[in-house]
């Protein structure tokens, strides 16, 4: 069992839909959450970061966490073309290194 | 404040051939993370370094795979006598707070990649 899963997708939504991006992980030491957003051949870039359970809201995202359940998720409301890309989920433990553990991403389309 | 550097973005190695691919973090950070992107797949951990020093290289491949991040200049990763099965995107990342401090973030800062192609 991988220690997070990610559904690969791809996922198609219409321009200005709300979008539901999912990982859950088996390892509870994780503390540390955090959202990338990766274009086609560039670096991830980090879009959200959550410390613990809660939500957290920027602009059009919202980044939640339950770490009863094991699961993280991320929103965007209003989704436009220009956040068709791959979402990557990535956690860290407590441990010494602050290694990141990602999930598989997530490929989504905003049809225009 | 430029962001993490690296280069170069595109290496093309013959089997058995050495690549070195170089890493400047942001500026402040001294804390240089490398992970490999393979085809179809997520990131994954490498190497972690401080000035100076390996920290943690549990992702490592054992041979072949070294990294050096020297107290002037960018961190280097290097692949000795280069396989197909190397091709992917390296990708660096660095971070400007040491792991287990209190009250303060983790984020990591991503380059943009070099993409080593092995023919």
């Known amino acids: 069992q991988k220690e997070v899963e990610q559904d690969p997708g791809p996922l198609s939504v219409p321009e200005g839909a709300i979008v539901s991006l999912n990982c859950t992980y088996s390892n509870s030491a994780f503390q540390y959450f955090m959202w990338y957003r990766q274009y086609s051949r560039k670096g991830p870039e980090l879009l959200m970061y959550?410390?613990?359970?809660g939500n957290k809201e920027d602009g059009r995202f919202t980044a939640q966490v339950d770490k009863s359940s094991k699961y993280i998720s991320l929103f965007i409301r209003d989704s436009q073309p220009s956040d068709s890309a791959t979402y990557l989920c990535a956690m860290i433990g407590s441990g010494a290194t602050n290694k990141l553990i990602f999930g598989t991403g997530t490929l989504l389309a905003v049809q225009p | 404040n430029a962001g993490v550097m690296q280069n170069p973005r595109h290496l093309v190695r013959r089997r058995g051939q050495e690549a070195r691919l170089r890493c400047s973090p942001m500026?402040?950070?001294?804390?240089v993370y490398w992970y490999r992107q393979l085809p179809e797949e997520g990131l994954k951990f490498m190497v972690y370094l401080q000035k100076e020093n390996i920290i943690d290289e549990s992702g490592m491949p054992k041979e072949r795979f070294s990294a050096e991040f020297p107290k002037e200049g960018p961190s280097i990763l290097r692949i000795q006598q280069v396989v197909r099965g190397d091709s992917a995107a390296y990708f660096c990342a660095s971070s400007p707070f040491s792991p287990g401090l209190a009250g303060v973030s983790y984020e990591q800062y991503f380059g943009p990649g070099t993409r080593l192609t092995v023919t």
């Open positions: 959550t410390y613990s359970s």
């Open positions: 500026k402040g950070h001294s804390h």
